[in-house]
C-alpha cells in the first residue's frame, strides 16, 4: 500500500478540491505512476495527510470508481483498477483540447495563421 501521494491542493482554485484530488490521482493513474492493483491510502489516512475532509476524499474516490479507475474491495480498502485505454486516452485528448483551444486563442490574438500552427506542430512532430 501507498503511504503518501504526490497531491497538491490548491485552496484558492475555483475548482472544488474533491476534483483537484480526483484528477490528480486519475493523472497519476493514467500515467502508470500509479500501477494496476496499487492500494491507495485509506480515506481516512489521506483526509489527515492532506488536511482535508473524510468526505471530500470518499467523494474523489467515488468519482474514480464511477469513472473506472479505481475499485473498492470490502473491508480492504480502494485499488488501481485495470486500465482502459479507451478511456485513457479521452482524457488525454480532453487535455490536449484544452490546450489547443488556448493555442488557437492566442494565435487568433496575434493573428497567426492556421498554416502556420500546422508548421509549428510538423517541427514539434519531428517532420519536414
Given amino acids: 500500500m501507498r503511504d503518501t501521494m504526490d497531491i497538491i491542493i490548491d485552496n484558492s482554485a475555483s475548482l472544488p478540491i474533491y476534483e483537484q484530488l480526483r484528477n490528480q490521482i486519475r493523472d497519476q493513474i493514467i500515467n502508470d505512476v500509479l500501477a494496476y492493483d496499487e492500494q491507495l491510502p485509506s480515506i481516512r489516512v489521506l483526509?489527515?495527510?492532506?488536511?482535508?475532509?473524510?468526505?471530500?476524499?470518499?467523494?474523489?474516490?467515488d468519482a474514480l470508481e464511477e469513472e473506472g479507475f479505481i475499485v473498492t474491495r470490502q473491508g480492504k480498502g480502494s485499488f488501481v483498477a485495470e486500465k482502459n485505454e479507451n478511456v485513457a486516452r479521452e482524457i488525454v485528448q480532453k487535455q490536449m483540447e484544452e490546450h489547443m483551444e488556448a493555442v488557437v486563442a492566442i494565435a487568433k490574438d496575434h493573428a497567426i495563421e492556421k498554416e502556420d500552427i500546422m508548421a509549428m506542430l510538423d517541427v514539434l512532430f519531428g517532420g519536414d
Avoid: E
Avoid at 47 to 61: G, N, R
Fill in 47 to 61: 483526509a489527515k495527510d492532506l488536511s482535508i475532509s473524510i468526505m471530500t476524499v470518499k467523494k474523489a474516490y
